[in-house]
């Protein structure tokens, strides 16, 4: 009798199961609070660039809308929708030695639905790029 508890209680056949099970959910978080940072970093580099092409379009002299349209083309893989863009200061006011700043808003929703909780639905990012005229 006591042989053969000791060998049922000396089982460990399924505990790595167990461990792996336990460990997963939080690999799994892991593993997409990466992915998320990842996209996240990405949409950020492609609004410093597009900041800098359009700040650059507008300090040899082009219009407002030509400055939109420029950080619009270059930022194709945003929603547009969702991206905003300010030039200061106005087109008419522009003098020569003035500093011109592009301004870009962005909402990147937040695609994971485990981190929607941590990070909420949508996350604010944004770039400004100043030259002078």
């Given at each position: ?6 060998k ?11 461990e792996?099970?336990?460990?997963l ?13 990842g996209?996240?970093?990405?949409d ?5 660039n597009?900041?800098?092409?359009g ?28 991206l905003?863009?300010t ?13 011109l ?7 990147l929703?937040?695609t994971?639905?485990l981190l929607?909780p ?11 790029i100043?030259?002078r005229?």
């Open positions: 009798m006591l042989r053969r508890t000791k049922w209680l000396g089982n460990e056949k399924g505990q790595s199961l167990v792996f099970a336990l460990v959910p939080i690999l799994v978080l892991i593993l997409s609070g990466i992915v998320q940072f996209s996240i970093y990405n950020y580099i492609v609004l410093q597009a900041a800098r092409e700040a650059r379009a507008g300090v040899v002299g082009k219009s407002d809308t030509e400055i939109s349209n420029i950080v619009y083309a270059y930022a194709d893989s945003l929603d547009p929708a969702r905003t863009v030039v200061d200061p106005a087109e008419g006011v522009r003098r020569s030695g003035d500093t700043t592009v301004n870009l808003q962005y909402s929703p937040v994971i639905g929607k941590l990070l909420g639905s949508e996350i604010s990012l944004g770039s400004q100043k030259m005229l």
